[in-house]
């Protein structure tokens, strides 16, 4: 079973930037794509990028500019690098699979403000 662990959430102010990290466990980055996703008040879960095992990283429009995922196979790990943050970011944001989506961690709780 894979367990997912997200870190590095915290408060931040409109503008700055927040650095999150991703661990997974049972080898999924070399099983699958892996995935960042949020979710904010008044949205869906949304997908923010995809890591493929190989390859660059795919943002989707979500907050497209703004991230850059840095992944390490071999250690089941990415990051997720977010700059220019606005309040309507805060929310929890959590990584996964895509293809397939395993269970979710507690995900990363990020705060902006004004």
């Known amino acids: 079973q894979v367990q997912l662990v997200e870190s590095g959430g915290g408060s931040v102010q409109a503008g700055g930037s927040l650095r999150l990290s991703c661990v997974a466990s049972?080898?999924?980055?070399?099983?699958?794509?892996m995935g960042w996703y949020r979710q904010v008040p008044g949205n869906q879960r949304q997908l923010l990028a995809t890591a493929p095992r190989g390859g660059e990283t795919v943002y989707s429009d979500v907050m497209k500019g703004r991230l850059t995922v840095t992944k390490d196979i071999a250690k089941n790990s990415m990051d997720l690098q977010m700059r220019e943050l606005k309040p309507e970011d805060s929310g929890v944001y959590f990584c996964?699979?895509?293809?397939?989506?395993?269970?979710w961690g507690q995900g990363a709780q990020v705060f902006v403000s004004a």
């Open positions: 996964n699979g895509v293809t397939p989506i395993y269970a």
């Open positions: 049972q080898n999924a980055f070399s099983r699958t794509a």
